[in-house]
């Protein structure tokens, strides 16, 4: 049974991997911009976010394997679950654990940073002279990796050789879980250290980020902008093009008569309002094709579909800022409760014994983790709802340097660059998001899950307490306890072992971590009561240059077909290959030159 049940547990998990795998890919590709893709981008992206996804969802695994070893309903160990069993779970969950930790800082410090110099080297001119050779690119890449690779190894140096935070050895030791969570093992303690820098990185962009898109997501889907199919855009359009129009008559018909033409302020003026014509025609045009006009009749029936089930949009986003409500009030609860109550307060990262304030979210997981997978389930929405929120939060700002913004994210237009740049963002985010969920939104159920334990004395020595007589006496484990019963029974969830062990080793990290909680907490609430009072506005500007945009890429296009052409007639090359491939292809680059012709 026990088997079997590990084993449905991990073809959970592989099944979620996979998924997270396609719901990367759908963001890749949403997010990047067509004309500028590259095999190498697209794949690294993915596998990375994926990797990341991966990491946090192991969190529901190791809850579920670690619980199985013991009964909620009695409070004791299950008779299967030996000394070397449950080690052999312990042990195989920490392999999982490191190697995936392992594989996010590879890959959010070497291998995004040589994908983003490798995009850069490339050289259309090099390319197309072959001068550009891939061991030439790879060198001009990895030249530039190298201050990544430097930088890893000193961070695992700083991590291998720096001492124990002084505050830690005032700690009182004699407490078992708080001994164990000091590392021995140097190696253990580097990947501590590095590992608790980039978490303390990614809570800074967690904060901001995250916070203000947890509030912008779910008013985006009850506030949701105007499309540009609206009727009233449409009409707006035609009519300003009109008075354009009208202006330019009357120009043209007042210097009609006079031999010297326009005046220099006429000119201007007519220069002017020609480009704004322009402009005017491609929204018109732009509003036409969102409206269906010269589309198939699917498209046309998608968009009425849209509309329809708009009202449901407006309930889905209803529902989203409920659910936004109820991680705050669970995140403020659980960090007064933890600035109260911790055992050791700053010294040691604020870790709390036992929950002492009712968390609700809390509450949810725990009820849920006793039948597998709906507590996976629960989790697997709620890591997907948090880093749905990152994303917007990374569109809406941007990827900026202070107040100047380097790049912007946007569905379609995002360059090679800035996709690297906001994975390597994610990468930190959902690093802070595995801490914030597992220390913040849900300590109890992160860390024992739904496991208890029987405080009624055994009636022989070596054998485990009976409270079936008793069931008031069974409570939940928890982190700092004198029960001999409840270090025989309680076994910790490993993710929340390695988090603890990080603000224990160094405390530094845990301070910034918890209380840039609060910090999160208000960055959502401003965003929020702004966003309730701000009416979303259409970007006229934004469409304007998306549509110039798609001008200047069919231009572009069509003048590289003719560029193309005459470089073929210049060089001969069409002939030679027509005369090697024989009638077929003469004949059809003889229909190219005839519609070149009548071109």
């Known amino acids: 049974m026990a088997a079997l049940q590990t084993t449905f547990t991990w073809i959970a998990y592989a099944v979620a991997v996979v998924l997270l795998m396609i719901i990367a890919a759908i963001f890749v590709f949403t997010y990047q911009t067509p004309r500028d893709r590259s095999a190498a981008v697209t794949t690294v992206c993915i596998v990375t976010l994926t990797a990341l996804l991966a990491t946090v969802l192991l969190l529901p695994v190791d809850i579920a394997l670690v619980s199985s070893t013991s009964s909620s309903r009695h409070g004791r160990k299950k008779d299967w679950a030996t000394v070397e069993d449950t080690e052999r779970i312990l042990f195989t969950l920490k392999v999982v654990y490191y190697t995936l930790y392992s594989l996010d800082v590879l890959l959010c410090l070497i291998v995004v940073p040589f994908t983003y110099f490798w995009h850069e080297e490339y050289d259309e001119v090099e390319q197309e002279e072959g001068t550009q050779t891939l061991g030439k690119k790879f060198w001009g890449a990895f030249k530039y990796t190298i201050a990544f690779i430097l930088l890893v190894v000193i961070l695992f140096l700083v991590g291998f050789f720096v001492p124990i935070a002084k505050g830690t050895k005032d700690v009182d030791l004699n407490l078992d879980y708080l001994r164990r969570l000091l590392a021995k093992n140097r190696g253990e303690r580097a990947l501590t250290f590095s590992l608790g820098l980039l978490i303390t990185l990614g809570t800074i962009l967690y904060v901001f980020y995250t916070g203000a898109g947890l509030a912008l997501l779910p008013i985006s889907f009850i506030k949701s902008a105007p499309g540009i199919s609206a009727p009233r855009l449409a009409a707006d359009t035609a009519t300003q093009l009109e008075e354009n129009r009208e202006r330019q008559r009357q120009l043209e018909g007042r210097n009609a008569g006079n031999p010297d033409g326009l005046s220099n302020k006429d000119r201007r003026e007519l220069e002017i309002l020609t480009r704004e014509e322009r402009t005017l025609v491609r929204r018109e045009r732009l509003a036409a094709e969102a409206s269906g006009e010269g589309k198939s009749k699917i498209m046309k029936l998608w968009t009425k579909v849209e509309a329809v089930f708009r009202p449901i949009k407006l309930l889905g986003g209803i529902f989203l800022l409920l659910i936004a409500i109820l991680i705050w009030v669970s995140m403020l609860l659980t960090g007064i409760d933890k600035a109260k109550n911790s055992i050791c307060k700053r010294r040691c990262g604020y870790i709390l014994s036992q929950i002492q304030i009712f968390n609700p979210i809390n509450w949810i997981f725990l009820k849920s983790s006793k039948v597998f997978p709906v507590d996976y389930i629960i989790v697997t929405l709620l890591v997907l709802f948090l880093f749905s929120s990152s994303v917007v939060g990374i569109a809406t700002i941007g990827i900026r340097f202070l107040w100047i913004r380097i790049f912007q994210i946007r569905k379609g237009h995002t360059t090679p660059q800035a996709l690297l740049i906001a994975t390597v963002m994610l990468t930190l985010i959902v690093l802070a998001i595995n801490y914030s969920l597992a220390a913040i939104i849900a300590p109890q159920y992160a860390t024992y899950g739904p496991q208890t334990f029987c405080t009624n004395p055994p009636k022989h020595p070596g054998e485990q307490p009976n409270c079936d007589a008793h069931p008031d006496k069974i ?111 003469r004949r059809n680059r003889d229909d190219d030159d005839d519609g070149g012709l009548e071109d």
């Open 475 to 585: 409570i939940p484990c928890s982190k700092i306890t004198d029960s001999d019963a409840a270090k025989n029974v309680c076994t910790p969830s490993v993710v929340s072992f390695f988090l603890d062990r990080i603000t224990v080793n160094f405390p530094f990290f845990g301070v910034v971590d918890f209380w840039a909680q609060f910090v999160f907490l208000g960055v959502f609430l401003l965003v929020f009561l702004l966003s309730l009072f701000r009416a979303p506005k259409l970007d006229a500007n934004q469409l304007d240059e998306d549509a110039e945009e798609e001008e200047e890429e069919g231009l572009l296009a069509s003048t590289g077909r003719r560029f193309g052409a005459t470089w073929e007639d210049i060089t001969g090359r069409s002939k030679s290959k027509a005369a090697k491939n024989g009638s077929t292809a």
